[in-house]
């Protein structure tokens, strides 16, 4: 089993944005944990807040934290509705959608700045 792992800096907030905006559900968070394993069909992502060992500073004294360019992919079928809605929510959008040989993409941000790309194959 692949996990990606998301460092976000409020948990419930992030769980709250890929449970309404993308369709996720919860798999194990405990009330008040800065951690939280959420599922769509076969992706498992791990949200790790502030106060998890994953977030702890680096024997080099960097700290992780969210962002970058890395990210998860969630298939869509319909790439444009799904755009609307999450316009609709405020979403940040980092690109307006894009065409290419596979299929039409678009990132967005979680609430802690973290990209995800909305992916509608050809």
Do not use: C
Not at 76 to 86: F, G, K, M, N, T
């Amino acid at each position: 089993m692949a996990v990606a792992r998301y460092f976000v800096h409020d948990v419930d907030e992030s769980i709250a944005f890929y449970q309404e905006a993308l369709g996720f559900t919860v798999r194990q968070h405990g009330k008040g944990s800065p951690f939280a394993w959420i599922e769509k069909g076969d992706q498992s992502l791990w949200v790790s807040g502030p106060g998890t060992s994953a977030q702890q500073p680096m024997t080099d004294g960097s700290v992780p934290e969210p962002g970058g360019w890395n990210r998860i992919v969630v298939e869509v079928e319909d790439i444009e509705a799904v755009v609307a809605d999450l316009r609709a929510r405020g979403t940040t959008f980092r690109n307006e959608p894009l065409s290419g040989v596979g299929g039409t993409q678009v990132l967005i941000e979680d609430p802690s700045g973290n990209p995800i790309e909305i992916f509608q194959p050809r």
